[in-house]
Structure formats: C-alpha cells, structure tokens
Nanobody, 119 residues
Framework: QVQLAESGGGLVQAGGSLRLSCATSGRMFDSGAVAWFRQGPGKEREFVAVIKWTGTNTYYGDSVKGRFTISRDNARNTVYLQMNSLKPEDTAVYYC????????????WGQGTQVTVSS
C-alpha cells in the first residue's frame, strides 16, 4: 500500500510559478515511478509528468514541456512539480499517482490539489 498527499496548489497570475509537492508513504521499489496528472474543468484527465523512483528518467506531456520540472527527494519520500510560466489553461486539479513496482499500473492516487491561474 502506498499513500500519497499533494500540497502546494493555489491561485496564481499568468506567468507566475508554483511548486506542488507529493508526499508518499509506503513501499516504493527502485523500479517504481510517480507521476502527475491533471484534470481541468470540463476536460479529460491529462498526463503531466513522470519520474522514476531511482535514476534520472523523466518524461513530460507536450503541453508542459519546457515549463514544468518534476523532481524527487528520496530522503523525504517526496516528489515535486515545479511549474513556471503558468497559463490560464494550466488551471486544473493536479493529482499525483504511484506505480510502486514499475509495472505500469498507477493504482494509488492522492486527493488532488487545485491550481488556478488567472489571466
């Protein structure tokens, strides 16, 4: 079992920055991964970024490449999403999710944190 808790959301003006945190507890294997997804109002859930639990592999959705950076602090069991140059279309509930074994099954989700970008 893995538990996840997001924090760091809020209201920001376009062009601003926010950093989201995803605190994890429970067993994550070296092969595991943590990802961020988001769901905007009236939109489908969208992949944002993923990071392996060990190593440096990261991958981003096209809409956030060059603006968002995913990172992790294994000592704190926390994954971060640094969001820069925010746009109104980034407004969404952001969720982190874990694939503890790295088998491609994201079965554990946090409760989400709201990000609102004003124009």
């Amino acid at each position: 079992q893995v538990q996840l808790a997001e924090s760091g959301g809020g209201l920001v003006q376009a062009g601003g920055s926010l950093r989201l945190s995803c605190a994890t507890s429970g067993r994550m294997f070296d092969s595991g991964a943590v990802a961020w997804f988001r769901q905007g109002p009236g939109k489908e859930r969208e992949f944002v970024a993923v990071i392996k639990w060990t190593g440096t592999n990261t991958y981003y959705g096209d809409s956030v490449k060059g603006r968002f950076t995913i990172s992790r602090d294994n000592a704190r069991n926390t994954v971060y999403l640094q969001m820069n140059s925010l746009k109104p279309e980034d407004t969404a509930v952001y969720y982190c999710t874990a694939d503890p074994s790295g088998v491609g099954s994201y079965n554990y989700w946090g409760q989400g944190t709201q990000v609102t970008v004003s124009s």
